[in-house]
């Protein structure tokens, strides 16, 4: 029954890590950078509902209807942001050495960090979500209600950012850049536009996991690195570029780390992460989903 827990715990909090990891893969996969300020994305975002239902109710508590209503909010301000962060920084090194766009991207996270503790203090912060039963029993199985809420959150998004790469116009004209910018921008497709939203989209998708996440974990302005380093982790595990594949690293991951803290102790999860990185990247190098990634 202790192993049941562990592992619904884990694709809990695994989906969680595979909403943030999606949006890392895209920008890797079509702009081509390793954006060390993703993680800071779900920070803003987690910050973004915080405050709003704050406006609404007085405290960052209410009904599961109201922290929902501010999503949408959470998604569109981290699009701007991300856009905008790419139009007038990010641009400038596209294309050139890769230590200087891990350098620039750095430079970013560091400075968002420096502003989120100037405006609200680095005090923890979460936002608490009314429920009249917190938590189920399934078979002996407990699910605490906010995790299985942001677990479908989570899982919506990574879905319709999937349909949306697939299916749209501006899906398509993603794809297109992320596999030949050159002939992408032959057939009349604005690249640099088209990498904006890119960076846009990832940044939406990780503000709007961020704010699930502050419905169950602390929110704090230095909270990003970790969910960078995460995402990494998963990006590799499943293939650089890969939907599916990240999704797929993020449950696996959730899954060790929860299977480790329960068995061993949480302050191994890390060290036994990185330790199946190393022998993926041995093993598979091109990660679990390498001939999506490919594509």
Do not use: C
């Not at 950078?33 to 920070?43: K, S």
């Not at 009904?63 to 929902?68: A, I, K, T």
């Not at 990574?158 to 910018?181: D, E, H, M, W």
């Amino acid at each position: 029954m202790a192993l049941t827990q562990f592992v619904v715990n884990g694709l809990l909090i695994g989906a969680i890590f595979a909403g943030v990891a999606v949006g890392f893969a895209l920008i890797w996969g079509v702009v081509d950078i390793i954006n060390l300020a993703h993680g800071d994305m779900v920070m803003l975002g987690g910050y973004t509902s915080y405050w709003a239902l704050s406006l609404v109710t007085g405290n960052a508590e209410g009904s599961p209807l109201l922290f929902l209503a501010t999503i949408p909010l959470a998604i569109a301000v981290l699009y701007v942001v991300g856009y905008v962060l790419q139009r007038t920084l990010v641009s400038r090194v596209i294309g050139t050495d890769i230590f200087l766009t891990l350098l620039v991207t750095f430079g970013i996270s560091i400075a968002i960090q420096q502003l989120a503790i100037q405006a609200w203090s680095a005090n923890p912060r979460s936002i608490q979500v009314g429920f009249a039963d917190p938590s189920i029993n399934a078979a002996g199985v407990v699910i605490p209600k906010m995790k299985l809420v942001a677990f479908v959150g989570a899982l919506v998004l990574t879905a319709a950012l999937y349909l949306f790469l697939q299916k749209t116009r501006t899906g398509r004209a993603i794809r297109a850049v992320s596999q030949n910018p050159e002939a992408a921008a032959l057939v009349g497709i604005d690249v640099e536009h088209t990498r904006a939203v890119t960076f846009g989209i990832s940044s939406a998708i990780a503000g709007g996991v961020g704010a699930f996440i502050a419905t169950i974990l602390n929110i704090q302005p230095q909270m990003g690195l970790i969910y960078t380093l995460k995402s990494f982790v998963i990006v590799v595990f499943g293939g650089v570029g890969s939907i599916p594949g990240a999704l797929a690293g993020g449950l696996l991951l959730g899954t060790v780390e929860e299977l480790t803290a329960g068995f061993v102790s949480s302050q191994w999860t890390l060290a036994v992460s990185f330790t199946l990185l190393i022998v993926l990247l041995v093993v598979k190098p091109q990660g679990l989903f390498g001939q999506e990634a490919e594509r």
